[in-house]
């Protein structure tokens, strides 16, 4: 699953990165984006350019009767999507990438768990395939959410999570975003380009910590070597 991530590059950077205007929509750089917060999405509306708009994390599908789905639908599996009523018809033509520069998963020593940091290249920004909706509350205000896409864990993840996030190449960025829909489903597959990770303090673990501290690389304590008689 994708449950953290980090998008530290300033707003100017991330607009001219996926040539896309943002409009009002402001944001500042982030450490430690979570769940239900909003956060910055790339979108194509038919015939038009890309825009960059801010969602909130968690889709509701329009169908809802209850925005606490939101909490349950932050990451939607590649292999059900074109099935899972929240996500069925969003994958249709509701598709929009996620920025990032990094992204946090756990890994599990014994009662603890050890966050680490992934990145792509040396830090780069990328995307995320995400999906999109858009919720009418019980006032009539429109609230638009997003999710990311999940798959099968690549070589760098897989002894940490059996999940990652569907993370695309800039060249598949139109196919995602307007290609039909089968067509879109072909880029849902474990990242094949250069990462890295390394474990990152377990500040992150805590939402209200959001600071380049959360994303900086650590020394993990060796294991005590064993005595010789």
Same mark, same amino acid.
């Given at each position: 699953?994708? &449950?953290?991530?980090?998008?530290?590059?300033? +707003? @100017?950077?991330?607009?001219?990165?996926?040539?896309? /205007?943002? %409009? =009002?929509?402001?944001?500042?750089?982030?450490?430690?984006?979570?769940?239900?917060?909003?956060?910055?999405?790339?979108?194509?509306?038919?015939?038009? #350019?890309?825009?960059?708009?801010?969602?909130?994390?968690?889709?509701?599908?329009?169908?809802?009767?209850?925005?606490?789905? &939101?909490?349950?639908?932050?990451?939607?599996?590649?292999?059900?999507?074109?099935?899972?009523?929240?996500?069925?018809?969003?994958?249709?033509? @509701?598709?929009?990438?996620?920025?990032?520069?990094?992204?946090?998963?756990?890994?599990?020593?014994?009662?603890? +768990?050890?966050?680490?940091?992934?990145?792509?290249?040396?830090?780069?920004?990328?995307?995320?395939? %995400?999906?999109?909706?858009?919720?009418? =509350? #019980?006032?009539?205000?429109?609230? !638009?959410?997003?999710?990311?896409?999940?798959?099968?864990?690549?070589?760098?993840?897989?002894?940490?999570?059996?999940?990652?996030?569907?993370?695309?190449?800039?060249?598949?960025?139109?196919?995602?975003?307007?290609? !039909?829909? %089968?067509?879109?489903?072909?880029?849902?597959?474990?990242? #094949?380009?250069?990462?890295?990770?390394?474990?990152?303090?377990?500040?992150?673990?805590?939402?209200?910590?959001? =600071?380049?501290?959360?994303?900086?690389?650590?020394?993990?304590?060796?294991?005590?070597? /064993?005595?010789?008689?």
């Amino acid at each position: 699953m994708c &449950g953290r991530y980090r998008l530290s590059k300033r +707003k @100017q950077i991330v607009e001219e990165y996926f040539d896309a /205007g943002s %409009g =009002d929509d402001d944001w500042n750089p982030r450490y430690n984006i979570a769940p239900t917060q909003p956060v910055p999405v790339v979108r194509q509306p038919v015939n038009s #350019a890309r825009e960059l708009s801010l969602l909130r994390w968690g889709l509701i599908p329009s169908w809802a009767t209850d925005p606490s789905i &939101g909490f349950k639908t932050i990451n939607a599996r590649s292999e059900t999507v074109t099935t899972t009523p929240s996500f069925r018809d969003a994958i249709k033509s @509701q598709r929009c990438l996620i920025p990032a520069d990094g992204f946090y998963e756990w890994k599990r020593n014994g009662k603890t +768990k050890q966050p680490y940091c992934f990145e792509v290249g040396t830090g780069e920004i990328f995307a995320f395939a %995400g999906l999109w909706d858009r919720w009418i =509350d #019980a006032r009539g205000q429109a609230v !638009e959410t997003c999710t990311i896409l999940t798959t099968t864990p690549n070589t760098l993840l897989s002894d940490i999570h059996d999940r990652m996030p569907v993370i695309l190449n800039p060249a598949q960025y139109d196919c995602w975003l307007s290609a !039909e829909a %089968g067509d879109a489903l072909k880029l849902l597959r474990p990242y #094949a380009g250069q990462m890295r990770n390394f474990p990152v303090s377990t500040r992150v673990n805590q939402v209200q910590n959001d =600071d380049a501290e959360c994303a900086m690389p650590i020394e993990l304590a060796s294991p005590p070597q /064993g005595q010789l008689f």
